[in-house]
């Protein structure tokens, strides 16, 4: 079946430092990828999207390129910043799976924290 | 803008007891699903639902149920709490597709005691 790894974390970073969050898939068909973050307190909010092979996503300085040779779509940011503090989430849809649209298969998620 | 939202934010049980968690969006979504979040175990899969009277189950659906009478709204039932479904519960919806973004609710932390 379908599975997303991450990164173990948690990360500890100092502002302005540069980001990469790892993030590896399995999947049976051709997936679309995605970066879902979430703040303290709150639900998930989608950061960015990918949706075929060489597709590079961005939103706020984050950027993840969805490579299909290394089944890769790792997380970067050129200068963090105390605000980006929250949980990453990889996750990918592939509906070639034999599951329904919409359905998404997530990673455990990166506890990110940045200081001052 | 309501978006998703989920009811009650945060709720304690005891073993055995019953409870819905509600969950309602506002944005028209065929697609709507329950996942549980775990430590160190990212968002799992409960249960899903691509429209109005069809669901279906997802990953770790024992112990729960859901139901879909209408398009808007998507509750969990919990049968007979059980200490391991100490967890904090999302409700999502999207469009049907498989580039579409996924909306959450903002949770609901369970205890089971």
């Known amino acids: 079946g379908d599975s997303v790894t991450q990164m173990e974390g948690p990360v500890t970073l100092s502002e302005e430092a540069f980001l990469t969050i790892n993030c590896t898939y399995t999947?049976?068909?051709?997936?679309?990828l995605f970066w879902y973050v979430q703040y303290p307190g709150e639900g998930l909010q989608l950061l960015l999207k990918?949706?075929?092979?060489?597709d590079k996503g961005s939103n706020k300085g984050f950027e993840a390129t969805y490579r299909k040779e290394t089944t890769s779509f790792h997380l970067e940011k050129g200068s963090v910043q105390v605000s980006d503090s929250a949980v990453y989430f990889c996750a990918l849809s592939d509906p070639a799976g034999g599951t329904s649209y919409g359905k998404l298969t997530f990673g455990q998620g990166t506890i990110l924290t940045v200081h001052p | 803008n309501a978006g998703v939202t989920q009811t009650p934010k945060f709720q304690v049980l005891k073993t055995g007891q019953s409870m819905t968690l509600q969950c309602a969006q506002d944005m028209n979504h065929e697609y709507m699903s329950w996942y549980r979040q775990d430590p160190g175990m990212g968002l799992r899969l409960i249960h899903y639902s691509v429209g109005a009277g069809i669901t279906d189950q997802g990953e770790v659906p024992n112990g729960y149920n859901v139901s879909r009478s209408t398009t808007e709204d998507f509750p969990l039932r919990l049968l007979s709490a059980a200490p391991s479904q100490t967890s904090v519960y999302f409700c999502?919806?999207?469009?049907?597709?498989?580039?579409?973004?996924?909306?959450f609710g903002q949770g609901t932390r369970l205890t089971v005691v």
């Open positions: 990918a949706t075929k092979a060489d």
């Open positions: 999947a049976t068909g051709y997936p679309s």
């Open positions: 999502a919806s999207s469009s049907l597709g498989q580039n579409t973004e996924a909306f």
